[in-house]
C-alpha cells in the first residue's frame, strides 16, 4: 500500500500535468502486485491443455529471436545541432527564464543559472516543459544546456527524486526521451520508489522508450539494479508480460538468472508461478540459463511446479533438464519464512 500512497501523491503533485492518470497507476493495473510481505500475486492464465504444444503460435511468433534484436538497439549518439531557437509560442513555465532578444535565441551564462531554480514541487522549467507536454521548449532547453555544458542540468530531481527523463518516460514523450538519452541524461538514477527511467519503460510494458534507453552509453548499470521492492527491469518486465521487452533486454546484458531482493526467485520462478509457459520456452532459447536456480528458501522452479500439481510445467522442465525435487535442505529458513521477513537490504532509500 505504500507504494500506492507513493503514486496517489505523485498524482495529487502534480495536478498541473495533463495526462491520462493511468501513466502513474500503470503499475496496478499489470498483471501483479509485489506486496511488502515480498511474495508476488501473478494473474495465472487458464491451462491451455494438457500439451507442451499447445502454445498459441501468434503468440511464440510476438517474441523476437535473439539475433534479431541488434537491430532494435539503436546507439544514441548526440548530434550537433545549428539551431535551438526558442519556439514561437512559449508556455507560461517558460516565465522563469528571460529570454535576451539579442542572443538569437541561445541560452546566455546568466539564463543558465535561472535554469537551477524549483518550484515548490522541485520542478525545474525542464520539468515543466516535459509536464505540460511542450515538446517545442523542452527541446529547446535541452539543446542549449547540451551546447553550454551544463549536462548535469539534464539530471536535476523534484521532490520525488524524478529528474526530466522520469518524466518523460511516464509521459511516454518519445521524442523527447530519446533527445534526453542522446545529449546524455544519466539513465541511472533512482526516484523515491528506487526506479530508473528504465524499471518505468519496463513497469508500463513500454516497449518503444525501452528500446530507446537501452541506446545509452551508460545503460549496462541499469540493466541489474534493483528498486525498493527488490525488482531489477527484467522482473518488472517478466511480470508484465510483453515478451519482446524481456528478449531486448537479455540481448542487452540483463541477467537471466538475477534473483529479486525479498524472496530470491528468478524470472524463470516468475513465470512458473504463473503458469506462463510462453515465457517459459522463450527462457530455454538461453543457454546461460540456470533452470536449477533455488530461492533464498532453496525452492527451484521444478519445486514451484509440483506445488501446484502441475504436471504440464513439470513435464516442460523435466524435457529441458530441470533436477526432480531438488530443495536446498541446508537453508535454515523456509521460503515461506523468506516471504514473511520482506527483507531488502539497500544501499539507500529516501525516508
Do not use: W
Request: aromatic letters at 8%.
Amino acid at each position: 500500500m505504500e507504494l500506492r500512497d507513493d503514486i496517489l501523491r505523485l498524482e495529487r503533485n502534480f495536478k498541473k500535468i495533463n495526462v491520462d492518470s493511468q501513466s502513474f497507476d500503470s503499475a496496478y493495473y499489470s498483471n501483479y502486485s509485489a506486496s511488502s510481505s515480498g511474495s508476488v500475486d501473478i494473474e495465472e492464465k487458464p491451462s491451455s491443455g494438457s500439451s507442451c504444444n499447445e502454445i498459441l503460435r501468434s503468440d511464440l511468433a510476438a517474441i523476437p529471436e535473439t539475433g534479431d534484436c541488434k537491430d532494435l538497439i539503436q546507439p544514441s549518439v548526440c548530434k550537433p545541432t545549428s539551431e535551438a531557437k526558442p519556439p514561437s509560442s512559449i508556455s507560461s513555465s517558460s516565465t522563469i527564464i528571460s529570454h535576451d532578444e539579442q542572443d538569437d535565441g541561445f541560452f546566455t551564462q546568466s539564463n543558465v543559472d535561472d535554469l537551477y531554480n524549483q518550484d515548490e514541487d522541485g520542478d525545474s522549467v525542464l520539468h515543466m516543459a516535459i509536464i505540460e507536454c511542450d515538446a517545442n521548449l523542452a527541446e529547446y532547453y535541452i539543446i542549449n544546456v547540451r551546447m553550454l555544458s551544463c549536462n548535469h542540468l539534464l539530471d536535476l530531481q523534484n521532490n520525488l527524486f524524478q529528474t526530466p527523463l522520469h518524466l518523460a518516460v511516464v509521459t511516454k514523450q518519445y521524442g523527447i526521451v530519446e533527445l534526453l538519452v542522446r545529449n546524455g541524461a544519466s539513465v541511472d538514477i533512482r526516484d523515491n520508489n528506487g526506479n530508473t527511467p528504465l524499471h518505468v519503460a519496463c513497469r508500463d510494458g513500454d516497449f518503444e522508450c525501452v528500446k530507446m534507453l537501452l541506446g545509452a552509453k551508460n545503460i549496462k548499470k541499469s540493466l541489474n539494479m534493483l528498486n525498493y521492492d527488490g525488482l531489477t527491469s527484467i522482473h518488472l518486465a517478466a511480470l508484465r508480460k510483453p515478451y519482446p521487452t524481456v528478449s531486448i533486454l537479455l540481448y542487452a546484458g540483463a541477467n537471466i538468472n538475477v534473483q529479486d531482493g525479498k524472496s530470491g526467485r528468478t524470472i524463470l520462478h516468475y513465470a512458473v508461478e504463473s503458469n506462463d509457459k510462453i515465457l517459459v520456452y522463450q527462457l530455454f532459447k538461453y543457454p546461460e540459463l540456470n533452470i536449477n536456480a533455488v530461492t533464498f528458501g532453496g525452492v527451484t522452479a521444478y519445486c514451484l511446479a509440483d506445488d501446484q500439481n502441475n504436471e504440464l510445467m513439470k513435464n516442460i522442465l523435466r524435457t529441458n533438464g530441470a533436477s526432480l525435487f531438488y530443495r536446498d535442505s541446508s537453508s535454515e529458513d523456509s521460503d515461506d519464512d523468506m516471504f514473511l521477513s520482506g527483507d531488502v537490504h539497500m544501499d539507500y532509500q529516501p525516508s
